[in-house]
Nanobody, 120 residues
Framework: QLQLVESGGGLVQPGGSLRLSCAASGFTFYLKTIGWFRQAPGKEREGVSCISNSGRSTNYADSVKGRFTISRDNGKNAVYLQMNDLKPEDTAVYYC?????????????WGQGTQVTVSS
């Protein structure tokens, strides 16, 4: 059964850092482009970043460029999102899913997500 399980969220002060993890199972992980998405209260879900199956190509939303870094470990079937210099507007539930790297559009199965709250 296909699964993508997010973890690593929490409460952090502005300027702080968090590292999110996405554990994948039930499909051929190394063949898939995977991305991170987020949904803030009252807003639509948006693409944050995607990484190609090899890890050689990435794309980021303008709002996170220079602050967030996506990476993957195909040996561990995992994708990570290192988030630095967090801002209150980064507060959202973060999800991982299959991704169109050009449009930062997610598709397929969605998990429960992990809550990130940036507040002093």
């Amino acid at each position: 059964q296909l699964q993508l399980v997010e973890s690593g969220g929490g409460l952090v002060q502005p300027g702080g850092s968090l590292r999110l993890s996405c554990a994948a199972s039930g499909f051929t992980f190394y063949l898939k482009t995977i991305g991170w998405f987020r949904q803030a209260p009252g807003k639509e879900r948006e693409g944050v970043s995607c990484i190609s199956n090899s890890g050689r190509s990435t794309n980021y939303a303008d709002s996170v460029k220079g602050r967030f870094t996506i990476s993957r470990d195909n040996g561990k079937n995992a994708v990570y999102l290192q988030m630095n210099d967090l801002k209150p507007e980064d507060t959202a539930v973060y999800y991982c899913a299959f991704c169109d790297i050009v449009t930062l559009t997610g598709f397929g199965s969605w998990g429960q997500g992990t809550q990130v709250t940036v507040s002093s």
